[in-house]
């Protein structure tokens, strides 16, 4: 792959990423951060005391996703569902000062997942979550399924983010399935999985597992090139996706476009300091570039390039069309490894 071909062609993309549509599916969540300061320990135990200063509320979840597609100009959708009481509402609020688009399921029956993160002096002291992961079902996922199958016909490429918090269920799969192959040109459907649900991913487009993940739905340890190979191998062979994308930390990414064609892509990132959020900007990033005429392995080039922006930052960070537009003036693309190529 010419890296100066490919650095025009991601140049030309970008400017094309407004308007572009992209459904996301998948389990929403509220990021609650405190901050404040420690300057005592607390007379009932032996734990600090945080004096909060100030506090936000993100978006977590399926709807980092979403904040990852709109930072890149395109326009997301959220279809999802959260619990009926005052988190959801902080919810829906956080949704409408993003300005995403979305249809939320409130849910009488089960919480908002929300996870609430107590930062002092720059560190986390400690996270403290409230969920449930029981399946969605009955009337929200009615819903949900409604919803899907009146917007569905507007959309060529679906995102599932999948964090086994309940919504991404076989039935909800198999409405997915079934409404997109009535459609021509049929949307092109990936998944950001989580291994235990990994049989719901039966035939999709693109899984994107963390190479933990890839691990996990392989039922094999990966410790070198050899194992991601083996282990892509082995979830083609268990689910015939139709490609694969693992993403390996400070070693970039590995892209199966098919079982015989396996590529690395270097990292794009020059400092590291916090990788939260990192996998929602890789699939983010792919469907934005797939969805602008991207071919898969520019999509995976463009995704290095947005992990590398996101990790730099501390938090759930988004890249944005400039970041991008100037990591692209100023950077050299790395270069593609080939690790197998049986296509020939």
Known sequence: MDSDCVLHRLIQAASGFAGKKILVI????????????????????????????????????????????????????????CGDDDPGTVLTRVLDREGIDSFVVRDPGRPTTIKTRIIAQNQQVARVDRESNAMVAGEALAGVKA??????????????SDYAKGLVTAELMDCLRTEAATLS?????????????????????????????????????????????????????????????ITLGPQGIALFEGPGNVKRIPTAARKVFDVTGAGDSVIAALAVGLASGLN?????????????????????????????????????????????????
Request: with cysteine; hydrophobic share 50%; proline share 7%.
């Open 26 to 81: 998948g389990d929403l969540m509220l990021d609650h951060y405190l901050f404040g300061q420690v300057s005592r320990i607390s007379p009932e135990g032996p734990v600090p005391v945080v004096r909060v200063e100030s506090e936000r509320h993100l978006l977590g979840g399926a709807g980092n996703v979403a904040k990852n597609i709109a930072a890149l100009g395109a326009s997301p959708f959220l279809l999802s569902a």
């Open 147 to 160: 919803v899907l199958r009146e917007i569905l016909p507007g959309f060529g490429c679906v995102i599932i």
């Open 185 to 245: 040109p049929r949307p092109f459907i990936m998944v950001d999985p989580k291994p235990a649900n990994m049989r719901l991913y039966a035939g999709v487009d693109l899984l994107t597992p963390n190479v933990k993940e890839a691990g996990e739905m392989a039922a094999a340890p990966i410790a070198e090139k050899g194992d991601i190979i083996k282990a892509g191998l082995a979830i083609f062979k268990k689910l015939r996706c139709g490609g694969l994308l």
């Open 296 to 344: 898969l392995l520019d999509a995976c080039a463009l995704a290095n390039i947005c992990a590398g922006i996101v990790v730099a930052q501390v938090g759930a960070a988004a890249a944005t069309v400039d970041e991008v537009a100037a990591a692209l003036r100023g950077d050299a693309m790395p270069e593609v490894e080939t690790w197998l190529n049986m296509d020939h």
